[in-house]
């Protein structure tokens, strides 16, 4: 997967329990994305770093957070989960921005009962 | 509201059918433009992308698609499919100077041996 791991790769959690999902790059790019995909929703974008500490929100933000203290993690936290965040979530990164080609982590998929 | 829209959901074809998959955009100014695709059980993977020059953009396994800024559409193209084709795919669009791709909701394709 062009050297992105993410994990959990599988993951089950009740309602009101705090998840954070990983990802992992060796490849030294800086920007790194958390998409949720939905049936219907296509893929939307949650969060975005731009580099080490530098974040920013995406579309579908409310309800995570992210961290980035080193170039090759970067974390998606969901504080309380609820149902609504059931979803197959992607980590991506891309070594500019502007040309935005993105290569995608294998995903994560989260259930939340 | 500016969106990405892909008008075929689920699409289902023959082998050897003919393929377009249609893709509108709805931001102005220029943009950048890529197709998707995700074949089942895996992540997404670029199909093609456009970002200046020749409409005609041609891509990995007899892929193509034509840029036509008049319609604001990037549709996708294939003179013939293969069973293994069978995938979800994505539209996608990044508006210059935007740090995102912004994503269609995707179209099914399903080919019938």
């Known amino acids: 997967d062009a050297g992105i791991t993410q994990s959990p790769r599988h993951k089950v959690t009740e309602t009101g329990t705090p998840v954070t999902l990983r990802c992992h790059q060796t490849e030294n790019h800086r920007y790194m994305y958390w998409y949720r995909q939905d049936p219907g929703h296509g893929l939307r974008l949650i969060h975005y770093?731009?580099?080490?500490?530098?974040?920013d929100k995406g579309e579908v933000s409310d309800g995570y957070s992210v961290s980035r203290s080193k170039t090759e993690d970067f974390l998606l936290t969901l504080e309380s989960a609820t149902s609504s965040q059931t979803s197959v979530y992607f980590c991506?990164?891309?070594?500019?921005?502007?040309?935005?080609?993105?290569?995608f982590g294998a995903g994560s998929r989260l259930t939340v009962l | 509201a500016q969106s990405v829209s892909q008008h075929n959901h689920h699409v289902i074809l023959s082998e050897a059918a003919s393929l377009e998959l249609g893709c509108n955009y709805s931001y102005g100014g220029t943009v950048n433009l890529f197709w998707y695709v995700q074949y089942p059980g895996q992540h997404l993977q670029l199909l093609l992308k456009?970002?200046?020059?020749?409409?005609l953009v041609k891509g990995i396994k007899g892929f193509e698609a034509e840029f036509i800024k008049s319609k604001f559409s990037f549709n996708l193209r294939k003179p013939s499919v293969q069973w293994s084709d069978t995938a979800e795919y994505f539209c996608a669009v990044n508006p210059t100077g935007a740090n995102n791709l912004f994503f269609g909701t995707g179209t099914r394709l399903t080919v019938i041996p």
């Open positions: 770093s731009y580099g080490v500490k530098d974040t």
């Open positions: 456009y970002f200046s020059g020749d409409p």
């Open positions: 991506a990164i891309s070594e500019s921005t502007g040309a935005n080609v993105l290569t």
